[in-house]
């Protein structure tokens, strides 16, 4: 058999969960090999001003937030490679992830491969996406829309959050919804119809997000779906707010993952999975939290987890 290279540590992601994993293992020389996939830098690559992230007391631009972070991971050694992991075998040692006729093999493997927001597919939607007024997180964008008029999509535990957090900033909040009642945990649903700056929009879908030529929101084209009246809504910002979708396709097989397909971590550990030496860190694990710093907490959780059992078990 032909001599292989077998990686000390394989992260596969480059959000904030996999490149703070990468400046931990790059750090304690560990020579981390990073596979991008195809969004480099990850959600927060899609945003425009992040005002949350610790340390960065007039906010810092996303990209530019995750162009430093993959600079950091490199000046300590991280190595990259653009490729697509398409199946695994954690059966034995080393641990092999597939990508395309290449096979990787690794001692240790942290999983970083994010959330993708869910969208509705609708005209607009995808062209006034990040800054122009379409966008999928009201933590990050809310504050651009004080004093407008804005409208947030979907009925679960997200889009009520969305929806109250946005009345901080916004004059007036249509929160539309397909059904006559919420999704949402009673709480949270009691919290959103009761709060004097949500409009509830009820039986009511969306059909396409309108703009003006230079690109920003205009209004946000609605129709009932009794009578199928149709009407516009003169909102600035449209927040899609209709669940998330994570990444973790090509290892749900091999881990443990929920319903919704989000990975489950074994007991006592938020980045440990049943299998030895692989960990999940960032929004593919975490469907509660899902904030730049929080993923960078649980990349920093798996690399020091990753360098422990490497030095036990021989890295
Ligand atoms: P979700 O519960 O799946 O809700 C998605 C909502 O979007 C549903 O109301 C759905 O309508 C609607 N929707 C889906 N596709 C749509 C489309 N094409 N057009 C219009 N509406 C559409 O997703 P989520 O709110 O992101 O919550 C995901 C999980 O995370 C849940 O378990 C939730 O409890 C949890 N979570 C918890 C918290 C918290 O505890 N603070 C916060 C956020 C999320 P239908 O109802 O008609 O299907």
């Known amino acids: 058999m032909p001599y292989q290279t077998v990686e000390n540590v394989v992260i596969i992601g480059t959000g904030c969960a996999g490149l703070?994993?990468?400046?931990?293992?790059?750090?304690?020389?560990?020579?981390?090999l990073v596979i991008e996939g195809p969004l480099p830098g990850g959600q927060l690559t899609t945003t425009s001003e992040v005002e949350n992230f610790p340390g960065f007391p007039n906010g810092v631009d996303g990209f530019h937030l995750m162009d430093s972070l993959r600079k950091q991971a490199a000046r300590f050694g991280t190595r990259f490679e653009q490729t697509l992991v398409q199946s695994v075998d954690f059966s034995s040692m080393p641990r092999k992830l597939v990508c395309?006729?290449?096979?990787?093999?690794?001692?240790?493997?942290i999983i970083a491969t994010g959330a993708s927001p869910r969208m509705t597919g609708m005209p607009g939607e995808k062209e006034l996406y990040g800054g122009k007024g379409v966008t999928t997180c009201a933590t990050c964008d809310g504050a651009?829309?004080?004093?407008?008029?804005?409208?947030?999509?979907?009925?679960?535990?997200?889009?009520?959050?969305?929806?109250?957090f946005l009345t901080r900033f916004a004059s007036k909040v249509y929160f539309i919804h397909r059904r006559d009642s919420l999704?949402?945990?009673k709480i949270m649903s009691d919290r959103a119809t009761s709060h004097e700056k949500i409009h509830m929009v009820w039986d009511t879908a969306p059909l396409e997000v309108l703009g003006v030529p230079e690109g920003a929101v205009s209004g946000l084209k609605v129709k009932h779906v009794r009578t199928g009246v149709e009407s516009v809504l003169p909102v600035k910002g449209v927040f899609v707010a209709i669940g998330h979708v994570p990444n973790s396709g090509p290892f749900a097989s091999a881990l443990d993952v929920d319903k919704n397909g989000y990975f489950v971590p074994a007991h006592g550990s938020q980045v440990r999975t049943k299998v030895p030496g692989v960990y999940v860190a960032g929004d593919c694990a975490d469907h509660v939290y899902r904030q730049a710093i929080t993923a960078a907490g649980m990349g920093c959780q798996a690399a020091i987890d990753?360098?422990?059992?490497?030095a036990e078990h021989g890295g």
């Open 20 to 32: 703070t994993a990468a400046v931990y293992t790059a750090r304690a020389n560990l020579r981390p």
């Open 100 to 109: 395309g006729d290449r096979t990787i093999f690794a001692k240790t493997v």
């Open 144 to 164: 651009f829309y004080k004093k407008m008029d804005v409208a947030v999509i979907g009925g679960g535990d997200s889009a009520a959050e969305e929806a109250l």
């Open 183 to 185: 999704r949402a945990s």
């Open 306 to 310: 990753a360098e422990r059992w490497l």
